[in-house]
């Protein structure tokens, strides 16, 4: 179905999960709820953890986003592979820490498309890149050392996948891709498992372009990005995060024009201040944004660090009175 209103009209994704979370100013204990009070380690700041221990939480954050006129709204799993739970010596609870967040953004997104059958909601499966790269060192001193294998990544990754579709994600999103190998592991794995399972979801990749030299940090350009996923079958292809709108404009273009994919792009509230924390209004936003929309660039988007359900309600008013990206052939040299 989502590939059928991608014809007809651009679709609004939601924005930051984090920002709403730091809005909430929760205590360590909080996090830990009664099931993990005596947790051997910190869990603040673990944010997919609260889809277990504050679920209603998460749910009026999805549900506020909806309201707001998002189309399409993210698990609260960006971190939830057991790679990156290894930080909070949670491993072993990646596939329910995938499948409660799904089952949570699902529930809220089917009793929206009830109220409005007009305008059918998505869930789609974030998949965060971890906090391991696969393409280089962490150790200055010794280049070929590697903190991770790429048959690592896809066996977390493929826990991950089962999670999000048992809990029932519409769509996959591998998103703020800053290192290809990365990416193309949790591919390889979704692929994976579709034909283990027999089944088949859409597939969405957002990468990061990480500062002005327009490159990924595992120094990849615009365009050497897109030919290196260009063999699997996406429903789309963008960036996210790292910079704002404004500065995301000029690759996004490029993008645009290289890509037989669907684009999509959900930037930050702008660049972070002193504090980090992020100073763009939603009036702003919606004003940089309508430039992308002006020159035809996208088919998806939304907002990450920074914005909010307000950010999204100005983005889909603008998304409304655009006209979406035609998909290009591919070319093929």
Not at 319 to 331: D, E, F, G, N, T
Request: with cysteine; aromatic share 8%; glycine share 6%.
């Amino acid at each position: 179905m989502i590939q059928s209103i991608l014809k007809e009209r651009i679709l609004v994704l939601d924005g930051a999960m984090g920002t709403m979370i730091q809005m909430l100013n929760y205590s360590e204990a909080d996090f830990r709820g009664t099931r993990f009070k005596d947790h051997p380690c910190p869990l603040g700041g673990n944010n997919d953890l609260l889809s277990i221990t504050q679920p209603d939480a998460i749910q009026k954050i999805h549900e506020q986003y909806l309201l707001a006129g998002a189309d399409i709204i993210e698990t609260n799993t960006f971190s939830a592979t057991s790679i990156a739970m290894a930080d909070y010596q949670m491993e072993n609870l990646a596939y329910e820490l995938n499948f409660q967040s799904a089952k949570i953004a699902k529930s809220i997104a089917q009793k929206v498309t009830e109220q409005n059958p007009n305008k059918p909601r998505f869930v789609a499966g974030s998949i965060g890149p971890t906090n391991k790269t696969a393409s280089m060192s962490p150790d200055v001193n010794d280049p070929g050392y590697r903190a991770v294998t790429f048959d690592d990544l896809c066996q977390a990754y493929k826990e991950q996948v089962k999670g999000l579709v048992d809990g029932g994600a519409d769509t996959l999103l591998v998103e703020t891709v800053f290192d290809t190998l990365n990416a193309k592991a949790a591919l390889f794995a979704i692929q994976d498992f579709f034909l283990e399972n027999n089944i088949s979801l859409p597939i969405m990749v957002s990468g990061t372009i990480t500062d002005k030299s327009g490159r990924t940090l595992s120094g990849q350009t615009v365009e050497a990005f897109a030919i290196s996923l260009s063999h699997v079958p996406l429903l789309s292809i963008g960036f996210n995060c790292a910079l704002g709108a404004d500065q995301l404009r000029p690759y996004l273009k490029r993008l645009s024009i290289e890509s037989p994919f669907y684009t999509s792009v959900h930037p930050n509230a702008g660049l972070p201040n002193a504090f980090g924390e992020y100073d763009q209004s939603p009036e702003e936003m919606k004003t940089m944004i309508s430039q992308f929309l002006d020159q035809n660039l996208l088919n998806i988007v939304g907002g990450c660090c920074g914005t909010t359900p307000e950010h999204i309600r100005l983005i889909a008013e603008a998304a409304a009175q655009a006209i979406p990206r035609k998909l290009k052939s591919p070319i093929h040299v």
